[in-house]
């Protein structure tokens, strides 16, 4: 049994000469087992026809929400699918998936849609360079999208360069190994902290901080996909993780969040803390708006508890705890500090010392901090890939007799 089997794809399609190979991998999808329901957008049917996808996936093609006669229910295509592919997504296609622009059924079905995302860009190489093209395609994996690269070689413009659309053959396998990785964390729960925490000062400010919860995000995804049982408290942020195995839980302040974490670490194999938790919370929080007055504020301001100590203090044989530390100066001093204290089974360190690491970048440059004093440093990636290296550490551990 392969295992697509039985998953359930929204196969998208939009205007690209690349669309031809979308047939192939309809078929191939097929082969393995997966239903396909294929997408068009309007100018996709330029390129291939909704006759040879349909006649291929046994499925009619739907490539408007409404007709005079019908209306295609792109909530419940959504809800349906297991994955959502797009090849190949041109960078008008890019565009709309980054700005919530549902002007088709292909975005709409999308915006509505709990499964992952992958897409596989097809375009020639300026427009696949472009800052606004990199940008949307940023913003995509910052929602927790999975970009399919794209391959280098000669374009349909007769350039030759970056911007080909992965063959289908390397989708397959793209998939495969995504669903592949649910098995290592299999039966596993794992309790995650994220995102910043808000500290009200009245009812119109408070006390913050610059995470955006990507970090905790990607790892959370990251567990999912490898089969965990994921409880994810996600402080402010305005992200949403997609994986249907992630339980989120919103709180906006530190004594929301060590509310959720003590109720949930009891019951979990393995706890990461990856967020950013405000130290410090006014002492009181006005109940109405405090006007300005001649002269300056002061406020008062009273310790908040430390969630990552209290976890660590409660932890049980065979619990594992793993921390971050986001140091300034002093890092590795800081961070070895923070591991013993907390109780931490290792600690992440990444510092606001290294450009692309930290606070609200798509990318991070860590190293993971072990009680033994073992120390793995890792180069600057997607924050994606650090989910992954994070994970591959922990389950190093949990392998550890
Ligand atoms: O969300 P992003 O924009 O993607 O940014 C990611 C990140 C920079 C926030 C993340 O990678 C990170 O470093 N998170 C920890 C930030 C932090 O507050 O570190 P710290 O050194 O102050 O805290 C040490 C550890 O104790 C952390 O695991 C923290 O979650 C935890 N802590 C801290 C204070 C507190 N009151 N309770 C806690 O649990």
């Not at 009181?284 to 109940?287: C, D, G, M, V």
């Not at 708006?289 to 002269?295: A, D, E, F, N």
């Not at 140091?327 to 360190?349: G, M, P, R, S």
């Given at each position: 049994?392969?295992?697509?089997?039985?998953?359930?794809?929204?196969?998208g399609i939009?205007?690209?000469?690349?669309?031809?190979?979308s047939?192939?991998?309809a078929?191939?999808?097929?082969?393995?087992?997966?239903?396909?329901?294929?997408?068009?957008?309007?100018s996709a049917?330029?390129?291939?026809?909704?006759?040879?996808?349909?006649?291929?996936?046994?499925?009619?093609?739907?490539?408007?929400?409404s007709?005079?006669?019908?209306?295609?229910?792109?909530?419940?295509?959504?809800?349906w699918?297991?994955a959502?592919?797009?090849?190949?997504?041109t960078?008008?296609?890019?565009?709309?998936?980054?700005c919530?622009?549902?002007d088709?059924?292909?975005?709409?079905?999308?915006?509505?849609?709990?499964?992952p995302?992958?897409f596989?860009?097809?375009?020639?190489?300026?427009?696949w360079?472009?800052?606004a093209?990199?940008?949307?395609?940023?913003?995509?994996?910052?929602?927790?999208?999975?970009?399919?690269?794209?391959?280098?070689?000669?374009?349909?413009?007769?350039?030759?360069?970056?911007?080909?659309?992965?063959?289908?053959?390397?989708?397959?396998?793209?998939?495969?190994r995504?669903?592949?990785?649910?098995?290592?964390?299999a039966?596993?729960?794992?309790?995650?902290?994220?995102?910043p925490t808000?500290?009200?000062?009245?009812?119109v400010?408070?006390?913050?901080?610059?995470?955006?919860?990507?970090?905790?995000?990607?790892?959370?995804?990251?567990?999912?996909?490898?089969?965990?049982?994921?409880?994810?408290?996600?402080?402010?942020?305005?992200l949403s993780?997609?994986?249907?195995?992630?339980?989120t839980?919103?709180?906006?302040?530190?004594?929301?969040?060590?509310?959720?974490a003590?109720?949930?670490?009891?019951?979990?194999?393995?706890?990461?803390?990856?967020?950013?938790?405000?130290?410090?919370?006014?002492k009181?929080?006005?109940?109405e708006?405090?006007?300005?007055?001649?002269?300056s504020?002061?406020?008062?301001?009273?310790?908040?508890?430390d969630?990552?100590?209290?976890?660590?203090?409660s932890?049980?044989?065979?619990?594992?705890?793993?921390?971050?530390?986001l140091?300034?100066?002093?890092?590795?001093?800081?961070?070895?500090?923070?591991?013993?204290?907390?109780?931490?089974?290792?600690?992440?360190?990444n510092?606001?010392?290294?450009?692309g690491?930290?606070?609200?970048?798509d990318?991070?440059?860590?190293?993971?901090?072990?009680?033994?004093?073992?120390?793995?440093?890792?180069?600057?990636?997607?924050?994606?890939?650090?989910?992954?290296?994070?994970?591959?550490?922990?389950?190093?551990?949990?392998?550890?007799?």
């Open positions: 049994m392969t295992n697509l089997k039985g998953k359930k794809i929204l196969l939009s205007g690209s000469i690349a669309a031809y190979k047939a192939f991998l078929r191939l999808l097929i082969k393995e087992g997966a239903e396909v329901q294929v997408l068009m957008t309007p049917a330029a390129f291939i026809t909704p006759l040879t996808l349909a006649t291929l996936t046994k499925r009619p093609v739907f490539s408007e929400v007709t005079e006669e019908s209306w295609n229910n792109h909530v419940e295509l959504g809800l699918a297991d959502i592919v797009i090849a190949p997504a960078a008008t296609t890019l565009s709309r998936l980054a919530g622009l549902a088709n059924i292909l975005v709409a079905a999308y915006l509505s849609a709990r499964c995302v992958f596989a860009p097809a375009m020639d190489l300026d427009m360079a472009h800052p093209t990199q940008e949307n395609v940023r913003r995509l994996q910052s929602y927790g999208n999975h970009l399919i690269p794209v391959g280098g070689g000669e374009l349909a413009s007769g350039l030759t360069g970056p911007g080909r659309m992965a063959e289908p053959e390397a989708i397959v396998e793209y998939l495969r995504f669903w592949q990785g649910g098995q290592s964390l039966g596993r729960k794992v309790l995650i902290t994220a995102g808000y500290e009200p000062i009245d009812p400010r408070f006390i913050g901080n610059r995470s955006s919860g990507k970090m905790g995000l990607a790892l959370a995804e990251e567990a999912a996909r490898r089969g965990a049982q994921v409880t994810l408290v996600l402080g402010p942020s305005r993780p997609r994986h249907p195995a992630v339980q839980i919103r709180v906006e302040t530190a004594e929301e969040m060590h509310q959720a003590l109720r949930h670490f009891p019951d979990a194999d393995i706890g990461i803390l990856a967020a950013a938790v405000s130290d410090y919370r006014p009181e929080a006005s109940p708006k405090i006007k300005k007055k001649s002269g504020l002061h406020l008062e301001l009273v310790l908040n508890p969630i990552a100590a209290a976890l660590g203090k932890k049980k044989p065979g619990q594992l705890l793993v921390g971050f530390a140091e300034t100066q002093n890092e590795l001093a800081n961070a070895l500090e923070k591991l013993e204290k907390k109780n931490f089974d290792c600690i992440v360190l510092s606001l010392q290294d450009a690491a930290g606070f609200n970048v990318t991070n440059k860590i190293s993971i901090l072990h009680k033994n004093n073992k120390i793995s440093n890792f180069e600057l990636k997607p924050k994606a890939a650090v989910a992954e290296d994070i994970l591959d550490e922990v389950e190093m551990l949990l392998r550890q007799p």
